[in-house]
């Protein structure tokens, strides 16, 4: 019984231990990054010209937000990408299921897709721009093009690989068209779309602050351009920065929206 | 076995990084005194003005300095100065209020030599509409969009040093500002209605040529001869190691400068040539008399740049440049 006992409060404490250690560990290394960068700078062993000290760059960050610059900017630069993104994924998700069940489809549309997926997108900016123009039109459109590839693929894999005997057990049961695709079809391939999901958002954030550095007046990409331009270099990090917090925080729901619609998926064992 | 895997990929390493680091300069620097010593230059994308490196190159003055420029390639004028900084480039050189602009950020690098001057018959820059419009004057200029290659420097303050002389009042935020990467494309967003005004390193002469724009001002509209210097600098690290080199550097601007304003197509042809252009694309600018700055261009724009709270005050001249590695300066600069 005693020893039963220890157990359990050697298994209480472990267990109470375990989520700081997490913590932790999930931490270390950007403090490790953020000293370094305070460090260098500081020592003189980088010019601090080229890369101020972090406290620098989180003084900039704190003046941007209180005059309100910031966040404008970030609206601006969500905005576009929301938009661009949400396009984006409505048309490949269609086009993907269309292309993914009829392979005749898929047949005629394969190259044209194989041409598209592997031309540079931002190789293709100077052409949204002839034919949108400066203005938001060509920065959405740019975006679309470019966080289309990622989903419509996975999307496309995602309906290929539905096990077939699914789908011929489904249809000796005599499901309907819809039926088969909202009850079989769409959640078997979800964890494939959803993987899609999250590289286009990835996608779209890095098209978008390329895309923004040209006749733009707003947004995190313009931003970063504009304080470069006037050798402002801590808000030219601090733009960086948040442009990277926003990147992981998507991330972060998008990896919690795979959770929730992936649940029943049987998950690896880990060491 | 691991741990003589890492030694030897910290052997390695360090290999790596003693060769790197003694691998700095292409000079004979404690070497043979005969090799020229060589400065790591740049040139802009767009080669339609004069490039003095080459004329120095093809002409033999910088030979005759017992020097050698070795061009690295382009680099985009918002970087020249970080390039300059970290070493990447040993010469840097964009406009003087772009120089200010980095020095009052930290950068330490000084101007030694002159560049570029404006002349009436040869400005900095022009500031063009498209034939026929309706934007004759800066009045006229309020609410509309400018089209400029960056922010900052004589791109963005001309035109707001221009709409003040001509009575306009703060301003900044009185216009709408385009970027575009090139005045190529400048131009072309111009016809295509884009933007209604582009600002571009041009003279009037290349304007009236094109038959297609109007010339709305120029920076000697607003300051006369003072406004477009564009001096060469180094850093100050490379001051303080190759003050002979800064010397010998400054002789061969100097003898470049004087020879382009006396041969100004054929400096055009040189770099037509060298940057594989055809030569009706280039044009040569006015050159400072024997590369010698003159503190009123250097002034004139620190208190531009002040006015506008782009730097702090109290920036004097001679933090940003020096003539005395010019011996053809006169005393007191």
New interface residues.
Partial sequence: MPENSLLSIDRIQTSKKKPLVSAFEKSIAIIVFVLLWEALPGLGLVDPFLLPPFSAVGESLVKLSVTGEMFRHIGSSLQRSGIGFLVAVIFSVFTGFIMGWYKRVERIMELVLEAGRNTSTLALYPVFILIFGLGELSKVAIIVWGATWPTLLNTINGVKNVDPQLVKLARSMGISKPGLFFKVLFPMALPSIVAGLRLSAATALLILVASEMLGANRGLGFMIFYYQERYAIPEMYGGIITIAVIGAIVNFLLVRLERRVTFWKEKPIKA | MVKKLAVMIAVLWSLVLVSGCSAKNKSAEGGNPNEPFTLKVYHNADITSVNVFWVAEEMGFAREENLAFEDVGVVPS?EI??SV??GKIDVGGAHVN?TI??I?????VKAVAAATETLKDFPHMCYVTVKGSAIQSAQDVVGKKVGLT????CNEYTPYAWLQKNGIDNPKGKF??????SET?LLQ?LE?G??DVAGIHKDQVWVAEQGKYDLLFTDYDVWETIGGATPHYFSEKFISEHPDVVERYVRVIAKTNNWVNANREKAAEITAKWGNVDPIRVRAANYAQDAVIKPETVQVWIELLEQFG?IKPGLTPDKIYTNEFNKLASAGT
Avoid: C, T
Wanted: proline content about 3%.
């Fill in positions: 918002g100065l970080a900084v970290s772009r602009a980095g009052n950020a930290g950068a330490k960056a922010y900052g420097g709408e500002i385009i970027i575009l990467p494309k967003a295509q884009q933007v782009e």
